[in-house]
């Protein structure tokens, strides 16, 4: 159980076009999904906390107008990398919260290559 | 604030030799400490945490932590390494629901 899975595994767009990434927990309802970034050979830096219905919660630092974040259902969150530039070249990481509030299951992440 | 700390950005051990990965962290109150491993190109697996109770907690893959109160440690261990255990391995401490990483060591098991 406590599934995540995330959409599309790899993905290289052009500089100047939008991405979508999709987090989903596939076996259970997420009260609270995460976004995170992680740079190569780098440890996972929290972007933003989404609760279903509810807008975003940012961390300081990160452009809430270049990462868009929806969380249209319990079940699915997708981000929104807007006017992709080579440095938001990354690997994207989502967690979602099951009845635990602590404990967070990750999904395998997303490796954006912007050229 | 939360901090956690992995004072080593490598561990180099041989094939069958016990392994330890350092953690150290900083929260007020009592924290819920986790690890978990990447490999490549991959997200985050879960193996292990440390919400109350026994300091010992065992986890998957035959690897445990002891968590330290005194000394804010949580160390993760197993006896006897294995090639496919190397990996990128991340300590963390959840406090407020807000999960803060350590910077991540690289475990190298060589044959």
């Known amino acids: 159980g406590a599934v995540v899975s995330q959409h599309p595994s790899w993905v290289i767009c052009k500089s100047g076009t939008s991405v979508k990434i999709e987090c989903r927990s596939l076996?259970?309802?997420?009260?609270?999904m995460f976004w995170y970034r992680q740079f190569p050979k780098q440890s996972l830096m929290l972007m933003a906390t989404?609760?279903?219905?509810?807008?975003?919660?940012?961390e300081q630092g990160v452009e809430k107008d270049k990462f868009l974040i929806n969380h249209a259902s319990l079940t699915l969150s997708t981000l929104t990398v807007t006017s992709a530039h080579p440095e938001d070249s990354s690997f994207y990481i989502c967690?979602?919260?099951?009845?635990?509030?602590?404990?967070?299951?990750f999904g395998p992440g997303t490796r954006l290559t912007v050229t | 604030a939360q901090s956690v700390a992995q004072p080593e950005d490598q561990v180099n051990v041989a094939e069958g030799n016990p392994l330890t990965v350092k953690c150290t962290y900083s929260?007020?109150?009592?924290?819920?400490l986790f690890w978990y491993v990447q490999y490549p190109n991959r997200g985050l697996q879960f193996l292990l945490k440390y919400i109350t109770g026994d300091n010992l907690v065992k986890g998957s893959y035959g690897f445990e932590a002891e968590f330290n109160k005194s000394q804010t440690s949580f160390h993760l261990k197993k006896p006897s390494a294995l090639v496919s255990d190397s990996a990128l391995y991340f300590c963390a401490v959840n406090y407020g629901n807000m999960l803060t990483f350590g910077g991540g060591t690289r475990l190298m098991v060589k044959p």
């Open positions: 076996d259970f309802q997420a009260t609270t």
């Open positions: 967690s979602a919260t099951q009845r635990e509030p602590y404990e967070q299951y």
């Open positions: 989404s609760n279903e219905g509810s807008k975003a919660t940012y």
């Open positions: 929260v007020s109150g009592n924290p819920y």
